[in-house]
C-alpha cells in the first residue's frame, strides 16, 4: 500500500476518526464510576480534546460526554485544571539572567583572546630573541646554529599557522551574529 | 537580529526542558550548548531560522538528556526554588504562600513522573508543542501521542491526589 496515497490517507484518516467518535459513544454508555476506569484508554480523547487536536466530529462526541457525564466532566475538569497549573510553571527571571551570562559569558571571552594574543606576541618575542642570542654566541659552531634556527623557526611557522585557522574559520562562520 | 530574538527563545526553551529532564542546571547548559553547535556543525541540521530548527533541537536536547540520565543511571532530586509561577502574584500573603506550595507540590509530582511521562507533558503543557511535533521529536507515531499523553496526565494526577492537591473537578 502506499502510504502517500491522499485518497487512502483520507479514507484511512475518516475511518480512524470514526472508530475514536465511537469509542467516546460506547464509553457514554458504560462508563463507571470506579476510579480505575480512569485509566482506560478509552478516555484519552478527553486529552486530545483539551489540546484541540481532535476532528470536529470527535469534538463534538466529547462536548456532549463532558456534558452528560460526571465521571467523565470530573476528569476533564480536573486534567484541565492540572494543565493549566503546569503551563503556568516557568523558570525565574533570575534563572534566565544567569542562563544567558552564562551563554554569553562576555568577560571569559575577552580574557581569552586577549590571553591567547599575549601568548601569541610573548611567544614570537622569546623565540626571535633565543634566535638572536644563539646566532651571535660566538663560541656555537655553524650546524648547532642552523638546528636551533630550524626549532625556532618551526614553532614560528606553527603558530603562524593556528592563528591563520582561526581567523579562516571566523571569517567563514554564517552563524557568527548569532548569540550562542 | 530577527533570527538572534527567536533563536534566543528556542534556547531558553531547550534550556528549560533540559533542566528539567536532568534536573541539573550545568547538564542542562551543557546539553544545549552542544545540542546547537550540533545544530552549527552538522549539514543535514536545519538552519537557525527554519520553522524545522526548534523540533529538531528539543529532538537533540532531549535524546542527549537521555544519554546524561542512562549514564548516571538515577535522576537527581531538582532544587524547588528554581521554578516559580508565572501567574499574577497575589498581593495576600496568604494565598501567595497557598500558590507557593501548589507549585512545589506540582513541582515534586512531575519530578515523580517517570522520564517517558515526564517528557511529553513537558512537551505539550509546557513548550506547547503540536501532536506532530511531539511525535518527531519523541520519534513515535503520531498516533501514539495522545495516547501516552493521556496516561502521563493520568499518573500526574493520581500523584497529586496522593498529595492531597485539589484539582477542583466536581465531585
Known amino acids: 500500500m502506499n502510504d502517500n496515497d491522499p485518497n487512502k490517507s483520507a479514507i484511512h484518516a475518516k475511518a480512524q476518526s470514526k472508530d475514536r467518535a465511537d469509542l467516546a459513544q460506547a464509553q457514554l454508555v458504560g462508563a463507571d464510576s470506579n476510579d480505575d476506569q480512569l485509566d482506560d484508554p478509552r478516555f484519552e480523547l478527553i486529552s486530545g480534546f483539551l489540546d484541540g487536536e481532535l476532528t470536529q466530529q470527535e469534538a ?11 465521571e467523565y466532566r470530573r476528569l476533564y475538569q480536573e486534567l484541565s485544571q492540572m494543565r493549566v497549573e503546569v503551563q503556568s510553571l516557568s523558570l525565574q527571571e533570575q534563572e534566565l539572567e544567569h542562563l544567558d551570562r552564562l551563554f ?8 581569552r583572546i586577549f590571553g591567547f594574543a599575549l601568548v601569541a606576541i610573548g611567544a614570537v618575542v622569546v623565540v626571535g630573541l ?3 642570542r644563539i646566532f651571535i654566541h660566538p663560541e656555537l659552531g655553524l650546524l648547532e646554529k642552523i638546528l636551533v634556527g630550524a626549532l625556532g623557526g618551526g614553532t614560528l611557522l606553527l603558530l603562524f599557522s ?13 552563524y557568527k551574529r548569532v548569540k550562542i | 537580529m530577527q533570527v538572534s530574538e527567536e533563536f534566543e527563545e528556542c534556547r531558553k526553551q ?4 533540559a533542566l528539567r529532564l536532568l534536573n541539573n542546571r550545568d547538564d542542562a547548559l551543557e546539553v544545549v550548548q552542544s545540542s546547537i553547535e550540533k545544530g552549527i556543525n552538522r549539514a543535514n541540521a536545519p538552519a537557525l531560522d527554519h520553522p ?3 523540533p529538531w533541537l528539543f529532538t537533540v536536547v532531549r535524546n542527549k538528556s537521555i544519554d546524561i540520565l542512562r549514564h548516571q543511571k538515577r535522576v537527581r532530586k531538582v532544587e524547588h526554588e528554581e521554578f516559580h509561577s508565572s501567574a499574577p502574584v497575589s498581593t495576600e500573603p496568604d494565598k501567595n504562600l497557598q500558590q ?15 522520564m517517558q511521562q515526564k517528557e511529553i507533558i513537558l512537551l505539550r503543557d509546557y513548550h506547547n508543542f503540536s501532536y506532530a511535533d511531539i511525535a518527531k521529536i519523541l520519534g513515535i507515531a503520531n498516533g501514539s501521542v495522545m495516547s501516552r499523553l493521556h496516561r502521563a496526565r493520568m499518573a500526574l494526577r493520581e500523584i497529586l491526589v496522593k498529595k492531597g492537591f485539589s484539582l477542583g473537578g466536581e465531585k
Open chain 1, 104 to 111: 554569553k559569558e562576555p568577560v571569559a571571552k575577552t580574557t
Open chain 1, 130 to 132: 633565543i634566535l638572536f
Open chain 2, 100 to 114: 507557593m506550595q501548589l507549585k512545589e507540590t506540582l513541582e515534586k509530582a512531575i519530578n515523580q513522573l517517570n
Open chain 2, 14 to 17: 531547550a534550556f528549560s526542558l
Open chain 1, 162 to 174: 593556528v592563528l591563520r585557522q582561526r581567523l579562516i574559520n571566523a571569517k567563514k562562520d554564517k
Open chain 2, 52 to 54: 524545522e530548527f526548534k
Open chain 1, 60 to 70: 463534538q462526541k466529547i462536548s456532549l460526554l463532558i456534558e452528560t457525564d460526571v
